[in-house]
């Protein structure tokens, strides 16, 4: 009886790795390879309370489960939002998805982006391709609070201008007297008339202060290491940077250990990192 | 129990008392496990009698070398590790976490942890205990808990041993983790073979373990029993074939993630995971989604895995450790530096089985000091631009 003292404690004993059934309301198709899923729960609709930047696992009927960041409005929460780029078996799968199919949700899980601790300052959010799902829920929540926060600056980088997610909801913000919101493209292929280039371009041009600012970052890792530098020349605070890390995860509960990054469990500890609390390890390559 | 006072033999029984207990245990419903030789090695399975433990055995270790020899007695328990360690029973090699059925427009799940089998494990050795607790901080230690973890833990009987011979490859002493067994049981034995004496003294580690014993015959223990144990644990100690240098190794190895060693030991390991896999704490493991025919009938399979496998740290665009020298390094830094940071202790209880099942005999014991003696100053990488 006694081969672990824990063993004998009482616990929550609710098996974190069964999923609910949600059930498809819409696929919205994004880009040529990008989609969005609004997704119903089993209880007709109920909510799904999620805080910006978390992830869910995604489990498609027989083909496997991923983890995707909850990209809708936390202020709603209703449907539950995803989007997804098509890479592989299981998102490609997920692609096919239809109105009225179940999908498997596991979550929500790890860290959040701190809209909490950002009120009072300027907020710099830079991304590139898919990151800007993860931030997009920050953002509604930063609209929603708007008077919370000092100016409000929105850097978003796409591969080209096919690429461009939420493009109309991109446009309608970009409108916004309160709201700097810039994109650019990395190759300006066809009718782009518009900024050219790798998204840190855009960091010297924006209006903020840095010694006042949180910055929240989400996009490739060389995107991330080259924006954190920028960030940190204009004068930002490392301790207000935050970013979003990605690793494989098959359990998003530390039980399956393919997220470690040095002594963080992705999964747990993060995705959202300040990056203070990770300087040491971010730039290590193989690690 | 009290706390300062070291735990002390309070009975003595013989072989066929022992062989009474095992009895007692199954009428009580446990499926009794214990070593037993298999294929020329000391693994773990079910047992009856005590005939079927490797009586009169013992095993002899190096690294990347094990062989069994005869001893030219009748000691039960007279050998060290094998290559199973008792994570095969608490955290099974291939696991059905759940099955899903769809039927139109209806789904139903089942999960998988209904009745488990209790199992009696017998011989487990002090560092094996200390990896059962080090696993089960994974499992069952934070906000999140693995039930079907969870009911096998709970339900085990655990009989212990001390160690009255150490291997070459073992070093729990350097990690504080053995010879003697120090908790975490339900009952110890300490066996004694001396001429015609062929005896068990035993300790009692739960009011379960109290209620077994006393179910067969045995003698109280004297002062000099008492000092038997400490004996023929202080001999094992000296015997003890390697050790590690604790000291500050948590940081001696995340700072020395740049130190060349790595490149060396990357040029003789094959990756092949055998380390991992007979590590009694490597918890890793991955998920398989089958379904059948007609495609309505689906199962979530868990299997252990390992850092060393090349799809271990895939995303999109290839893997985050590519090569064998990340891997090793993971492994290792993991084991007996960053476990420190996440489970509060070390991942490495120096049962020494890596050292042993390694076939290229690559040593943790011997990399870890060699990283030692080569510390290198920190070497981040530098920001490269042009991306
Ligand atoms: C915290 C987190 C949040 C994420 N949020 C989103 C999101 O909002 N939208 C989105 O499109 N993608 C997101 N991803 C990436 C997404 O999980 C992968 O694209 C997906 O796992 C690919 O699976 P696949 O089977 O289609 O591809 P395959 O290439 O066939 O995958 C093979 C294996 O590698 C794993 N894998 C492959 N790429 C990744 C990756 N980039 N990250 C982690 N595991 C990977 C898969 O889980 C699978 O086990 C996120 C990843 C993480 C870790
Ligand atoms: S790392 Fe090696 S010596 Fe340490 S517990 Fe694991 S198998 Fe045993
Ligand atoms: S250290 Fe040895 S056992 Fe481990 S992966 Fe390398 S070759 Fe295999």
């Known amino acids: 009886m006694s081969i672990t003292e824990l063993a004998k404690e009482p616990m929550v004993l609710t098996d974190p790795m069964l999923p609910t059934w949600f059930r498809v309301q819409s696929v919205r198709r994004e880009t040529h390879d990008t989609f969005t899923l609004e997704l119903a729960g089993p209880n007709d609709g109920g909510e799904f309370s999620f805080a910006p930047g978390q992830f869910n696992m995604?489990?498609?009927?027989?083909?496997?489960?991923?983890?995707?960041?909850?990209?809708?409005?936390?202020?709603?929460?209703?449907?539950?939002?995803?989007?997804?780029?098509?890479?592989?078996?299981?998102?490609?799968?997920?692609?096919?998805?239809?109105?009225?199919?179940?999908?498997?949700?596991?979550?929500?899980?790890?860290?959040?982006?701190?809209?909490?601790?950002?009120?009072?300052?300027?907020?710099?959010?830079?991304?590139?391709?898919?990151?800007?799902?993860?931030?997009?829920?920050?953002?509604?929540?930063?609209?929603?609070?708007?008077?919370?926060?000092?100016?409000?600056?929105?850097?978003?980088?796409?591969?080209?201008?096919?690429?461009?997610?939420?493009?109309?909801?991109?446009?309608?913000?970009?409108?916004?007297?309160?709201?700097?919101?810039?994109?650019?493209?990395?190759?300006?292929?066809?009718?782009?008339?518009?900024?050219?280039?790798?998204?840190?371009?855009?960091i010297p041009r924006a209006g903020f202060d840095p010694e006042n600012t949180t910055a929240l970052i989400c996009g490739p890792e060389v995107m991330m290491r080259f924006t954190i530098q920028?960030?940190?020349?204009?004068?930002?605070?490392?301790?207000?940077?935050?970013?979003?890390?990605?690793?494989?995860?098959?359990?998003?509960?530390?039980?399956?250990g393919h997220c470690q990054f040095g002594s963080k469990f992705i999964c747990r500890d993060g995705p959202v990192f300040r990056f203070s609390d990770i300087e040491d390890i971010f730039g290590i390559r193989e690690l | 129990m009290s706390s300062c006072d070291t735990k002390r033999p309070s009975r003595v029984i013989d072989r066929n008392a022992l062989d009474d207990l095992l009895g007692t245990l199954r009428s009580r419903g446990y499926t009794v496990i214990g070593p037993r030789i298999c294929d020329q090695a000391i693994v773990y399975d079910e047992i009856q009698t005590t005939d079927d433990l490797p009586v009169g055995w013992t095993d002899e270790q190096d690294a990347g070398s094990y062989r069994l020899k005869k001893r030219g007695d009748d000691a039960l328990f007279g050998y060290v590790l094998g290559p199973h360690s008792w994570k095969k029973y608490l955290f099974p090699s291939a696991q059905r976490l759940w099955q899903v059925t769809r039927d139109g427009e209806d789904i139903s799940l089942s999960p998988e942890g209904g009745e488990e089998v209790n199992r009696a494990f017998i011989a487990v050795r002090a560092c094996e205990l200390h990896a059962m607790a080090i696993q089960a901080k994974v499992f069952i230690g934070s906000e999140f808990v693995d039930p079907t973890y969870h009911v096998r833990s709970k339900n085990a009987f655990t009989l212990a041993v001390n160690c009255g011979q150490a291997g070459k490859t073992c070093f729990c002493a350097s990690m504080n983790t053995g010879p003697r067994v120090d908790g975490g049981f339900d009952l110890a034995l300490t066996e004694v073979l001396d001429g015609a004496r062929h005896e068990f003294l035993v300790e009692v580690g739960s009011e379960i373990g109290a209620e077994v014993l006393g179910t067969v015959d045995s003698r109280e223990a004297r002062l000099e029993d008492q000092h038997t144990v400490d004996d023929i644990v202080a001999n094992t100690v000296a015997q003890m074939g390697r050790s590690v240098d604790t000291a500050d190794i948590g940081d001696l190895l995340k700072r020395n993630h740049a130190n060349a060693k790595w490149d060396e030991i990357a040029e003789r390991c094959l990756s092949c995971a055998n380390c991992t896999m007979v590590c009694p704490t490597c918890f890793c493991s991955t998920v398989e989604d089958?379904?059948?025919?007609?495609?309505?009938?689906?199962?979530?399979?868990?299997?252990?895995?390992?850092?060393?496998?090349?799809?271990?740290?895939?995303?999109?665009?290839?893997?985050?450790?590519?090569?064998?020298?990340?891997?090793?390094?993971?492994?290792?830094?993991?084991?007996?530096?960053?476990?420190?940071?996440?489970?509060?202790?070390?991942?490495?209880?120096?049962?020494?089985?890596?050292?042993?099942?390694?076939?290229?005999?690559?040593?943790?014991?011997?990399?870890?000091?060699?990283?030692?003696?080569?510390e290198v100053e920190d070497a981040t990488e530098p920001l490269k631009r042009g991306a």
Request: charged share 25%; aromatic share 8%.
């Open chain 2, 290 to 374: 089958v379904t059948d025919l007609s495609g309505n009938h689906a199962e979530r399979w868990r299997r252990w895995d390992s850092c060393f496998t090349m799809d271990f740290s895939y995303i999109a665009g290839g893997q985050v450790r590519s090569s064998t020298k990340s891997r090793y390094r993971q492994w290792m830094t993991h084991k007996l530096g960053t476990w420190h940071d996440q489970f509060g202790a070390s991942g490495c209880v120096g049962c020494g089985r890596c050292i042993t099942w390694c076939p290229v005999a690559i040593d943790i014991t011997e990399e870890v000091a060699a990283i030692r003696r080569t």
């Open chain 1, 58 to 202: 995604l489990y498609a009927f027989g083909v496997g489960e991923v983890p995707i960041s909850i990209s809708g409005n936390p202020v709603t929460t209703d449907p539950l939002v995803h989007t997804i780029r098509a890479v592989g078996a299981v998102t490609r799968a997920m692609q096919k998805l239809k109105r009225g199919d179940l999908i498997g949700v596991r979550g929500p899980f790890g860290s959040a982006w701190p809209v909490m601790d950002a009120v009072g300052r300027d907020v710099v959010i830079v991304t590139g391709g898919i990151g800007l799902a993860p931030l997009r829920p920050a953002f509604y929540h930063i609209l929603a609070h708007r008077n919370d926060y000092n100016r409000v600056v929105l850097l978003y980088g796409a591969r080209t201008r096919d690429d461009i997610l939420y493009r109309d909801e991109l446009k309608q913000w970009r409108g916004e007297l309160d709201l700097e919101v810039e994109v650019t493209v990395d190759s300006s292929v066809g009718r782009w008339r518009g900024n050219v280039g790798v998204v840190t371009k855009l």
């Open chain 1, 230 to 256: 920028d960030l940190l020349n204009r004068g930002v605070e490392k301790k207000n940077v935050y970013v979003s890390m990605e690793r494989n995860m098959k359990c998003a509960v530390g039980f399956c």
